[in-house]
């Protein structure tokens, strides 16, 4: 039964319920807990896991292509060309310094320099997966530091095909001999001029079909108006380029990062984002418990201090390149902390690297395997790392005020109003603030509206408001005000629900339809509630007066006296319904007639009644009974 | 021939007395224009730039309005903060009204006596005009006695106030026709009742 597929996937998913909220309430954050959960459900502690975990760990890996898919959603072409600099510069000194210091390394231990080199090439590679989850999961994505590691990573993530097309060339084994091997593909027999032009018109077919392709496809699909076809189209997309990538022997994270930065600038990033994001996380948390799952202690038993040398020689060597190529990229004391600490270890790259080092007999089994235990434990110590930085590292180093390295924040959702809805009533809001000069995030679900509005060179994103992780990334995590204005009753009312109970500090003003849709959404605790038709009959209704020969502004003022009475009334009907049927009626009734009351000329408190109070007898009436003034002047 | 605007403001204006019977008296004039501010903008949103170029269109400025709290209604208040602009009324650049004459017509619930030293209200219409007063002098125009009419309330039909009515029509057509001696009437008390003393010799036709 243990081989069993439900089985797995329960043990799993199982070791991710229970360990990965226990590692996030301890601040150890969720890739350490994964790892964790990896290590206690692994062959060597509790044993539900065995040998398969290597083959669940090469499917897992395609959390990813999805993360750096999903990460290039969030980098617009223009912003990839302003880390131009830090991912081929940085990004290629790091390769190459790191290479040569690992290699010389290894050299020195008495490593001949062909399998030195490949290892330093290998070691050379950070673990992209551990490292943007934990950047992501810790809000340093956007700082400066964490920009950079970014741009080494994708430089890393380049660097790895020359890597591959340079390890049969370091081996004795015959060119010939290459079969497939996860990312690489054969491409035996294929001259080198040939590939090139593959690899060209693969990135080329990429970034173009992202917008000849996917934005129409999506835009017939939004108008069928099926959420799992959106969710299967986004993943095909997905999976479809990681397939054209690994064809003509390029990475296929690479590949999807490309699609996603061509994507960027799209009206259904968001929408493609939070179709992936939840595969992204359950394979990305796969991959981490495999990983976990893989650490042979019997090896480490063996030759505990040994590997121990490897791990921290390795991420000391790599700590001390990062943070000499930060300082000569001059970023700040921080930032080059946060660079040389959160890339310090080595990457899954280097579990593919190192069994084609073995295939190409570049070096032996023997020789790869304590490596390949090394690297495991070096990306379960990257979470520690983070910590040890973020309580001991960097309070030292920070100058006084600033409690995190972010100065530079990429981010272009940091608009203080998210409105959702932007049909005629969420586009009135829209509009005013707009010409006020405030930035707004809208999100609709009607395809064409979305067209329309994009067309008037409005931001639009296509997506569906009553998920919150939709909203959570088009920023409600820091807005100031959600305008809720989507026309469908029920829909608005658990959009509400989900807001109020997700992102309690963001005050809410919305749109009712009716009455009940009133009381509903003011029950929930929304103080700001608008019929959605008051306003319009209210005008409609002081016209009226005024063509029946009312003055304007006696028109007025009736109908805000009234106004005034009905939303006082409104509240009182609302503690009512639905409880109190008859209490209901004989209050609306009487609600009739306290309005008629209050408009005609006799009460009292209406305002052109004291025309007789004034400057009259009355008044003088007032000043004789006033001991200070005897003397009155009557005519 | 001058061009005469009557700057309306009455709040309840199917209430009023006096000043529906006022302006009745002279929407019929050429050259007069009246602009009814409280059916204009009912909700105190002014047209400024409009309200301005009506100014500049016209030589005679009157405010006709009840004297609420010996003031105007509070229209005639947001109107003065709005249109009266730094730089277009007064102050550097300021000189758009530069050279125009300016009159309040005012109707009041006490009787004449009462808005006197000594009276309940101890001082006089004209007295209590004095900001009107310095307003018109800021910007450069001629400021005339008011033109007040007292114990508005006591007024209930036409034939009542049939002498205020044909002094106010003349009062308006000599502003028009140039024919008031201007120095005269900025130094009267009430132009209601001194109107006589402040014509000049009729046209004759």
Known sequence: ?635 | MRRVLILFAHPVLERSRVNRRLMEAVNDLDGVTIQDLYEAYPTLSIDVAREQQLLVEHDVIVFQHPFYWYSCPAILKEWQDLVLEHGWAYGKGGTQLRGKTTLNAVTTGGPEVAYQKGGYNRFTVRELLTPWDQTAHLCGMKFLAPFAVHSALKISSDADIATARIAYRTLIEALRDDRIDLDRAAAAENLASELEHVLGPREVA
């Open chain 1, 1 to 635: 039964m243990t081989d069993s597929v439900l089985f797995q996937a329960f043990v799993y998913l199982a070791a991710a319920v229970i360990f990965v909220p226990i590692a996030k309430r301890l601040g150890l954050g969720a890739v350490l807990g994964y790892l964790i959960a990896g290590v206690i459900v692994g062959p060597y502690v509790a044993g539900f896991v065995g040998t398969e975990g290597h083959h669940v760990m090469h499917f897992a890996e395609f959390g990813v292509v999805m993360m750096l898919f999903i990460v290039g959603l969030e980098l617009r072409p223009a912003l990839l060309w302003e880390l131009r600099k830090p991912i081929l510069g940085l990004g290629g000194m790091q390769v190459a310094l790191t290479a040569v210091l690992v290699g010389g390394a290894a050299m020195a231990f008495g490593v001949g320099w062909k399998p030195a080199l490949a290892v330093g090439l290998t070691f050379a590679c950070s673990s992209t997966a551990i490292v943007l989850s934990t950047l992501a999961e810790r809000g340093l994505l956007k700082t400066s530091g964490g920009q950079s590691a970014f741009s080494v990573l994708l430089m890393q993530d380049i660097a790895v095909i020359p890597t591959l097309a340079l390890f049969p060339v370091l081996g004795i084994a015959a060119a010939t001999q290459i079969t497939e091997i996860t990312d690489v593909t054969s491409e035996a027999g294929r001259p080198a001029w040939l590939s090139g032009l593959f690899v060209l018109g693969a990135v080329v077919a990429v970034i173009a079909s992202g917008r000849l392709v996917v934005r129409p496809l999506f835009r017939f699909l939004a108008g069928a108006r099926l959420r799992e076809s959106f969710t299967a189209a986004a993943l095909m997309i997905v999976i479809g380029i990681a397939l054209l990538m690994q064809s003509v022997g390029l990475s296929p994270a690479l590949g999807t990062f490309l699609a996603g930065v061509a994507l960027a600038d799209s009206e259904y990033r968001h929408e493609l984002e939070t179709d992936i994001d939840p595969f992204k996380g359950l394979l990305l948390g796969l991959f981490f418990i495999s990983v976990g799952a893989q650490i042979d202690f019997g090896l480490i038993a063996g030759d505990p201090l040994g590997i121990a040398g490897i791990v921290l020689g390795t991420m000391t060597l790599k700590l001390i390149a990062l943070y000499v190529l930060g300082r000569i990229f001059k970023l700040d004391r921080p930032s080059r902390w946060l660079l040389a600490f959160s890339l310090a270890q080595i990457g899954e790259f280097a579990f593919v690297l190192l069994s084609f080092g073995v295939q190409q007999r570049v070096f032996s089994e023997a020789f790869a395997s304590p490596l390949v235990a090394a690297v495991a434990i070096s990306m379960v110590l990257t979470p520690p790392m983070f910590i040890i930085l973020e309580r001991y590292v960097l309070p030292r180093v920070t100058e006084k005020g600033e409690q995190r390295p972010h100065d530079k924040v990429h981010d272009d959702h940091d608009a203080p109003v998210v409105i959702a809805g932007y049909g005629r009533f969420g586009q009135m809001v829209g509009r005013i603030l707009r010409a006020n000069k405030i930035p707004v995030t809208i999100l609709d679900l009607d395809p064409e509206m979305v067209d329309i509005v994009t067309r008037l060179g409005i931001k639009v994103y296509y997506g569906d408001a009553s998920r919150m992780d939709l909203l959570e990334a088009a920023g409600m995590g820091h807005a100031r005000l959600f305008v809720l204005a989507v026309d469908d009753k029920e829909q608005a009312t658990a959009i509400a629900e989900n807001v109020r109970h997700h992102f309690p500090k963001v005050p809410i003003i919305a749109r009712a339809r009716d009455r009940q849709h009133y009381w509903d959404l003011r029950r929930l605790g929304i103080k700001k509630v608008f019929r959605e038709t008051f306003s319009s009959a209210y005008e409609s209704a002081i016209e009226a007066l005024i063509q029946l020969g009312y003055r304007a502004n006696t028109a007025h003022r009736l109908a805000r006296r009234w106004r005034d009475h009905e939303e006082k009334v409104l509240e009182e009907l609302g503690e009512l319904w639905g409880k109190d049927r008859d209490g209901y009626v004989s209050r609306v009734k009487a609600g009739f007639d306290e309005a008629e009351r209050l408009m005609r000329d006799e009460d009292p408190t209406v305002y052109e009644d004291r025309d007789g109070s004034w400057d009259n007898e009355s008044l003088r009436a007032d000043r004789q009974v006033d001991a200070q003034s005897t003397e009155t002047t009557t005519s």
